[in-house]
Nanobody
Framework: QVQLVESGGGTVQPGDSLRLVCAAS????????MGWFRQAPGKEREFVAA????????YYTDSVKGRFTISRDNARNTMYLQMNSLKPEDTAIYYC?????????????????WGQGTQVTVSS
């Protein structure tokens, strides 16, 4: 069973940066893709970014392109989300998730493993 643990959330002002961290354990992570999702109050969980564990392909939702960067450290089984130029509309609980397969998916239902989430609040 895979365990995913997020950290790095917090409350920041518009324009600030945060780096989220997802620590993974419990399996061999070759051919295992991972992603970040977020869920704001009253809204559905939405795709933010994803990365293929083995080949490093990256995918982003349009609203975060140019501001967020997803990366991973295979040696440490850790994934990151660097978030710059944060906006109030980025406020949400951010979840780390993973699934078997080389090509990352955008649909939450296709992910097998989830972390507990970390709150990100952007407010002046």
């Amino acid at each position: 069973q895979v365990q995913l643990v997020e950290s790095g959330g917090g409350t920041v002002q518009p324009g600030d940066s945060l780096r989220l961290v997802c620590a993974a354990s419990g399996r061999t992570f070759s051919a295992y893709s991972m992603g970040w999702f977020r869920q704001a109050p009253g809204k559905e969980r939405e795709f933010v970014a994803a990365i293929s564990w083995s080949v490093g392909q990256e995918y982003y939702t349009d609203s975060v392109k140019g501001r967020f960067t997803i990366s991973r450290d295979n040696a440490r089984n850790t994934m990151y989300l660097q978030m710059n130029s944060l906006k109030p509309e980025d406020t949400a609980i951010y979840y780390c998730a993973g699934h078997l397969g080389v090509i990352p998916r955008r649909e939450p239902s296709l992910y097998d493993d989830w972390g507990q989430g970390t709150q990100v609040t952007v407010s002046s």
